[in-house]
């Protein structure tokens, strides 16, 4: 049996009866969690105001929400809408078993889908989960071969899983997935150069527009390869340069739900890349712990592996100690400045991470800001800080499920008296080892709705409303809100 076909029965057999609550659960998580990324980003106006242009421009008259903007678009737009935004401010959720963001390619899409459908809150998490697992999949094929070819996962292989929660939506026979996977792997792309830009978010807005535009391509008879995914030039050969890889994942869609094991969809309490959360943590952490002042201070070593370095490899990392081993020749490869001069190279700066939480004692929305990023105070103490990669810290890493999000760093600040502060921590929050609740999320949501001035009452509804999702009839109740929270 072809691996299309394998997703096709999955998606079309599939029903909501059959989803475990687990995974319900925290699909729910997944949407809460979004739609408070996606609302904070509201604040970035330069940003948000090229792509409502760009939107206005092309899609007027139509009948789909973009958050924040009361003129509705068409499916398309909005879905890409919807997908920049709520992957603007890298504050949505990781799944750390690909390292990628899935929720802002799938639920963008699906979300547009089902208004215009007029589905319901039930359609929206069965599309969703079902999205949610062949996107995961579908990666875990893959990972970590295309980490080494500078891809960006969350375009990758996002756009399969909002092809496939679209599919579901649509109502498309297992015959018309097998072609909307194929016209989706022929969308799929997204390069790590434009980390650190405002095109890397746009990957998720691709991947979900591309989700939405496959399966209606699809449903008005369109046709692709059915052996997409395996075929001799298919995406796993093209993508994964001719790797030998298994394809197990793929059969295994659904038994069990990626989603029934926690860690796997993985929120995030900072906003920027995932692999500086543990050096914001212990920054304020030793701020607080230790009597020491920043003036104090001579010089700081953080120490780190691979699966955090590869997304924010810069020239500072060039003179570790030991060799760069995640599979490429050459020298590494720069992708984001080790000293950061705007907010968006910052997210992925593990010196103004670091730097800025000892400085501060905590890490906001608003620290990423070109001007924040550039005050004296923390351009020079991020001057004094060098990253390097630890083969001990490697070797960890490798001893856990990645659901656990196993991405140790130590932190070593050298004092002018000769005082040397040292912390280390192998488990980023959020994963396995230490879940984030529901609870959680809530406190972020109001964090992110206060940060652009929604309205209370507006932000306890879309609150109670996420939670109860399954009962909701109309999902243009939700979409009624996210338009116009203000």
């Known amino acids: 049996m072809q691996l299309s076909e394998v997703v096709a029965r999955f998606t079309v057999e599939k029903g909501f009866e059959e989803l475990p609550k687990v995974a319900l659960e925290q699909a729910k998580m997944g949407v809460l969690d979004w739609i408070a990324a996606a609302l904070a980003a509201l604040k970035e106006e330069h940003d948000v105001k090229a792509m409502l242009g760009f939107i206005q421009e092309l899609g007027k008259d139509s009948q789909c929400t973009v958050l924040g903007c009361p003129q509705k678009t068409t499916p398309s737009l909005a879905a890409f809408a919807n997908g920049y935004i709520g992957h603007l401010l890298d504050y949505d959720e990781t799944c750390p078993t690909i390292r990628s963001h899935l929720s802002t390619s799938i639920l963008p899409a699906i979300l547009a889908v089902a208004e215009k459908l007029e589905a319901s809150g039930k359609d929206l998490l069965l599309g969703f989960v079902l999205g949610h697992e062949v996107a995961l999949r579908i990666g875990e094929v893959m990972t970590p071969g295309w980490i080494r070819k500078g891809w960006h996962g969350t375009s990758l292989f996002g756009v399969f899983g909002a092809t496939v929660g679209c599919g579901k939506l649509l109502g498309l026979n297992a015959e018309q997935v097998q072609n909307a996977m194929g016209i989706a792997a022929s969308m799929a792309s997204g390069i790590a150069v434009n980390f650190g830009t405002m095109t890397k978010p746009l990957h998720a807005g691709l991947a979900a527009r591309g989700g939405v535009e496959a399966a209606t391509l699809a449903k008005q008879g369109f046709s692709a390869a059915k052996n997409s995914l395996e075929g001799p030039s298919g995406f796993f050969y093209a993508y994964g340069w001719g790797e030998n890889l298994s394809l197990e994942p793929i059969k295994k869609l659904g038994n069990p739900f990626g989603l029934e094991t926690p860690g796997v969809l993985c929120p995030k309490l900072y906003p920027c890349c995932h692999g500086l959360a543990i050096n914001i943590e212990y920054g304020i952490l ?14 700081i070593e953080i120490h780190s592996q691979p699966k955090t370095l590869s997304a924010m490899l810069s020239k500072n990392y060039a003179d570790t100690k030991e060799p760069i081993s995640w599979g490429y020749e050459g020298p590494p490869r720069q992708i984001v400045p080790s000293i950061p001069k705007t907010g968006k190279e910052a997210k992925f700066s593990k010196e103004y991470a670091f730097a800025r939480a000892l400085l501060d004692g905590n890490v906001r929305l608003g620290h990423f800001t070109d001007q924040a990023v550039n005050e004296p105070e923390v351009q020079q103490l991020m001057k004094k800080i060098k990253v390097f990669h630890n083969s001990d810290l490697e070797k960890i890493s490798t001893q856990y499920p990645e659901e656990q999000y196993p991405y140790p760093e130590r932190m070593i600040i050298k004092l002018k008296n000769g005082n040397v ?66």
Request: hydrophobic share 40%.
């Open 286 to 299: 030793m701020r607080k712990k230790y009597p020491f002042s920043v003036e104090d201070i001579e010089e």
């Open 421 to 486: 502060i040292e912390e280390e921590e192998i488990f980023i929050q959020g994963g396995a080892k230490r879940p984030l609740s529901m609870e959680h999320i809530k406190r972020k949501f109001l964090d992110c709705s206060s940060e652009v001035g929604v309205a209370a009452e507006k932000t306890s509804e879309i609150i109670a409303m996420v939670e109860d999702l399954e009962n909701v009839r109309n999902i243009s109740q939700l979409t009624r809100l996210l338009g116009n929270p203000f």
